[in-house]
């Protein structure tokens, strides 16, 4: 999800048109200060599966994964999640050479500085 918004992002920036009706749609999408944004859904539905599954495990018994303060199974998810995030918009970045001016232009730089190396 994230990458296929960032591509339309991409695309409507590059053709001059950055609030395009299919870009403004995938910013708020990406946006974790809108309540409503997809991107928001998918982590609560990610660290209920995580949490699901490890709801009797503790951080301890799991070596302390991520974040070797984590005391609660919900801190190791938020500590992964976050993670992945950084990896994705990592990848974006080595993918376009330099997503920082667009991410700029279209307002996602701050959110997901990443893109900025």
């Not at 998918?42 to 209920?48: E, V, Y």
């Not at 018994?61 to 991520?66: E, M, R, S, T, Y």
């Not at 070797?68 to 974006?92: F, H, M, N, Y």
């Amino acid at each position: 999800m994230f990458v296929t918004c960032f591509q339309k992002v991409l695309g409507a920036v590059a053709s001059g048109d950055p609030t395009s009706e299919p870009a403004a749609d995938c910013l708020r999408d990406l946006d974790p200060n809108v309540a409503t944004a997809k991107i928001l859904r998918f982590r609560a539905a990610a660290s209920a599966q995580i949490l699901a599954r490890c709801a009797t495990t503790t951080p301890a018994a799991l070596a302390n994964p991520c974040d070797p303060d984590a005391t609660t199974i919900t801190e190791v998810a938020d500590c992964v999640l976050d993670t992945q995030l950084d990896r994705v918009t990592e990848s974006l970045a080595a993918e376009y050479g330099r997503p920082c001016s667009i991410a700029t232009a279209a307002g996602l730089a701050a959110l997901y500085p990443r893109l900025c190396p």
